[in-house]
């Protein structure tokens, strides 16, 4: 989503039911945001971070480069940072003396003051299709992950959002998550749409799990677990949603875009991965969970692109998806 909507979620499974769609202004609700800078209007990085920490119980965020600005920013916040490396960084990266020179510029002039908690190898790689960057890319985390083992940046973490099956091994063995980016907003149809948005709708039995699924992130999640066992024994790896989101505004008559559909979306995904809940074939699981995005971003491509954030530039709320403080601190 950075720079162009993504990774469909696979199939259809398709639902059941009802969550409830007051969205609680609880306070204890660890949340992740995608950081974007596809604007040219948005607040310097110190006042964000200062903003998030004291209005906001959003304690984590995903850049999609490594800028040194927002890393200085986010010192000592107790807000943890995700950086990312630039898609034509990743071939030179499977380099060992490179990933340590990597290391050695982006990560230790700001560790530990800056809490970094994984480093991101590319972002969508595949669905980009450049030949060279997924060849490397598997090579690149493995050597990044040896040069943070050497530099013993051992609570520093590789991954690469969202890429399929031919990295679970890695993940499996070195206990990392694999991360995807569902995106219901993506695989809805009007008739799907109270579904998709975590309304009360009829649902819908799978024939195959033998579950009834309420929404369709569930169905989505699952799908991917589903993979995940097919294609071994995999069920073990963590799944981190690297991105997820809805916009709030869109073009005239597009279909299911408007800001209750977003606060509906944004806010009961921020309850559902909190819950414990789980889904269906994940009973009492959390998800570690970024939403998408932290400010509307003016510079994106189409209406609804610009209208992802859960903040104007100003911070003023879009809206509130149950992570404002009620007193600042
Ligand atoms: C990493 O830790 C080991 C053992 O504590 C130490 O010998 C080594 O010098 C450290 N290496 C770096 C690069 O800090
Ligand atoms: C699914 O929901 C239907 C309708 O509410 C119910 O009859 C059925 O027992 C449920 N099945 C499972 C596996 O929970
Ligand atoms: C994944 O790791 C688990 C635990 O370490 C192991 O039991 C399992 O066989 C591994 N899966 C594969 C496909 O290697
Ligand atoms: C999930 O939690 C419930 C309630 O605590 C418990 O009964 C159930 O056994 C748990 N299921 C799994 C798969 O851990």
Known sequence: MEKTPLFLLFFSLHILLAPSTAIAAAASCSIGVNYGFWADNLPPPAQVAAFLKTHTTIDRIKI??????????????????????????????????????????????????????????????LYWKDKTVIAYTL??????????????????????PHALSFLLDFHNRTKTPFMVNPYPFFGFRPE???????????????????????????????????????????????????????????????????????????????????????TPLMPNRTFETYI???????????VSERNYGLFKPDFSPVYDVGVMRSTPV
């Open 64 to 125: 999609f480069d490594a800028n040194p600005d927002v890393l200085r920013a986010f010192a000592n916040t107790g807000i943890s940072v995700t950086v990312t490396v630039a898609n034509a960084d990743v071939p030179s990266l499977a380099k060992l003396p490179a990933a340590q020179a990597w290391i050695a510029n982006n990560i230790l002039p700001f560790h530990p003051q800056t809490t970094i908690r994984y480093i991101l190898v590319g972002n969508e790689v």
């Open 139 to 160: 090579p690149a985390m493995k050597t990044l992950h040896h040069a943070l083992h050497l530099a013993n940046l051992t609570d520093i973490r590789v991954s690469t």
């Open 192 to 278: 799907t749409l109270d579904y998709a948005v975590f309304r009360p709708n009829r649902g819908l039995y799978d024939k195959a799990t033998r579950k009834n699924y309420t929404n369709m992130f569930d169905e989505q999640m699952d799908a991917i677990y589903i993979a995940m066992k097919k294609l071994g024994n995999y069920e073990g790896v963590e799944i981190v949603i690297a991105e997820t989101g809805w916009p709030s505004a869109g073009d005239p008559n597009q279909p299911g875009v408007s800001l209750e559909n977003a606060l509906s979306y944004n806010g009961n995904v921020v309850k559902h991965v909190n819950s414990g809940k789980g």
């Open 292 to 302: 998408f995005a932290l400010f509307n971003e003016n510079l994106k491509a189409s």
